[in-house]
C-alpha cells in the first residue's frame, strides 16, 4: 500500500438530492434563465436527470431555503431574485452539512461578525432593541421547552438578527443574515430536527448574551457569544460524524 493510499481519505457522502439540486442550479445556468422566468416541472426535472420526482422535491426544498428557486402551488417553480448581500449566486452550490471543513468555515465566519456585533450592541443597544432580543431569547426558551422546533428556530432567528439590529451598523445586519441563511441551507439538507442537543444549554447561553448586552459590557457580550457558536458548532459537528461516520 502507498503512502498515498495510507492517508487517503473516502469522499464525504453526499445525499442524491444534493447532488440534484447543484444540477438543478446548472441547468438554470445553461438555460440562461433570470430571476422571475419559469423553470420545467418537477416531472420535467426529474426526466432530464434520470431521478425521481421525490428526489427532484427535496432539492427544490433546499434550492428554496436557499433563495435560489420559489414554488408557487399550482404555478410551478420560478427562479428567484433573492441574491441576498453575498449574492446566491457564488454560493449556490456550497452545500454544508456533510462537509467539515464547510461548517467549520462557516462558524468562524459568525464568530467574527456576532462578536463585533455583540460589543457594538452592548454599547448601542436601545431599550426597545434590548426588549427585542429578551424577547426572542423568551421565543427560543418556549420552543424548546414545548418541543415546537419550528418556533425554537424562529426565536433563534430573531436573537442573533436582533444583535446585529443593535449594532446599529447595516453591514453586520446583512452579513448575519446571510450567515444564517447558508445555515438554515445545512438544516434543510437534513439536519433540521436532529441538532438539538445543545438546545438546553442554548437556552442559557442566550440569556447570558442577553446579560451582558443588557449591562453594557462589550467584552462579556463578545464572549458569550464566543461560547454560544463554539458550543452550537462542536453539536453540529458530532451530528454530521454520526452521519458520515456512523459514531
Same mark, same amino acid.
Given at each position: 500500500?502507498?503512502?498515498?493510499?495510507?492517508?487517503?481519505?473516502?469522499?464525504?457522502?453526499?445525499?442524491?438530492?444534493?447532488?440534484?439540486?447543484?444540477?438543478?442550479?446548472?441547468?438554470?445556468?445553461?438555460?440562461?434563465?433570470?430571476?422571475?422566468?419559469?423553470?420545467?416541472?418537477?416531472?420535467?426535472?426529474?426526466?432530464?436527470?434520470?431521478?425521481?420526482?421525490?428526489?427532484?422535491?427535496?432539492?427544490?426544498?433546499?434550492?428554496?431555503?436557499?433563495?435560489?428557486?420559489?414554488?408557487?402551488?399550482?404555478?410551478?417553480?420560478?427562479?428567484?431574485?433573492?441574491?441576498?448581500?453575498?449574492?446566491?449566486?457564488?454560493?449556490?452550490?456550497?452545500?454544508?452539512?456533510?462537509? @467539515?471543513?464547510? +461548517?467549520?468555515?462557516?462558524?468562524?465566519?459568525? %464568530?467574527?461578525? $456576532? *462578536? =463585533? !456585533?455583540?460589543? @457594538?450592541?452592548? +454599547?448601542?443597544?436601545?431599550?426597545?432593541?434590548? %426588549?427585542?432580543? $429578551? *424577547? =426572542? !431569547?423568551?421565543?427560543?426558551?418556549?420552543?424548546?421547552?414545548?418541543?415546537?422546533?419550528?418556533?425554537?428556530?424562529?426565536?433563534?432567528?430573531?436573537?442573533?438578527?436582533?444583535?446585529?439590529?443593535?449594532?446599529?451598523?447595516?453591514?453586520?445586519?446583512?452579513?448575519?443574515?446571510?450567515?444564517?441563511?447558508?445555515?438554515?441551507?445545512?438544516?434543510?439538507?437534513?439536519?433540521?430536527?436532529?441538532?438539538?442537543?445543545?438546545?438546553?444549554?442554548?437556552?442559557?447561553?442566550?440569556?447570558?448574551?442577553?446579560?451582558?448586552?443588557?449591562?453594557?459590557?462589550?467584552?462579556?457580550?463578545?464572549?458569550?457569544?464566543?461560547?454560544?457558536?463554539?458550543?452550537?458548532?462542536?453539536?453540529?459537528?458530532?451530528?454530521?460524524?454520526?452521519?458520515?461516520?456512523?459514531?
Amino acid at each position: 500500500m502507498t503512502g498515498d493510499e495510507k492517508t487517503a481519505l473516502p469522499a464525504p457522502y453526499r445525499p442524491g438530492y444534493e447532488l440534484v439540486a447543484e444540477q438543478i442550479l446548472q441547468l438554470i445556468a445553461e438555460l440562461g434563465l433570470r430571476p422571475g422566468d419559469r423553470m420545467p416541472t418537477e416531472v420535467e426535472l426529474a426526466a432530464r436527470m434520470g431521478t425521481s420526482r421525490t428526489v427532484v422535491r427535496e432539492a427544490v426544498k433546499i434550492l428554496s431555503a436557499i433563495g435560489r428557486v420559489r414554488a408557487h402551488k399550482g404555478r410551478g417553480l420560478y427562479v428567484s431574485d433573492d441574491e441576498g448581500m453575498l449574492g446566491a449566486s457564488r454560493w449556490g452550490g456550497f452545500f454544508l452539512p456533510t462537509d @467539515l471543513d464547510h +461548517v467549520y468555515m462557516l462558524f468562524e465566519f459568525r %464568530r467574527v461578525q $456576532e *462578536t =463585533a !456585533a455583540a460589543r @457594538l450592541a452592548a +454599547v448601542n443597544a436601545t431599550p426597545a432593541e434590548l %426588549r427585542a432580543i $429578551e *424577547t =426572542a !431569547a423568551e421565543t427560543c426558551r418556549q420552543g424548546h421547552l414545548t418541543g415546537r422546533s419550528a418556533l425554537f428556530d424562529r426565536g433563534d432567528d430573531d436573537f442573533h438578527l436582533g444583535i446585529a439590529t443593535a449594532s446599529h451598523n447595516q453591514f453586520l445586519v446583512a452579513s448575519v443574515r446571510e450567515a444564517r441563511r447558508l445555515q438554515r441551507q445545512s438544516n434543510a439538507i437534513g439536519m433540521s430536527g436532529t441538532v438539538g442537543g445543545h438546545a438546553a444549554g442554548a437556552i442559557d447561553e442566550h440569556a447570558a448574551i442577553h446579560r451582558a448586552i443588557r449591562d453594557g459590557d462589550p467584552d462579556a457580550a463578545a464572549a458569550a457569544v464566543a461560547v454560544h457558536l463554539d458550543n452550537t458548532l462542536e453539536d453540529y459537528r458530532r451530528e454530521i460524524q454520526r452521519r458520515v461516520f456512523g459514531r
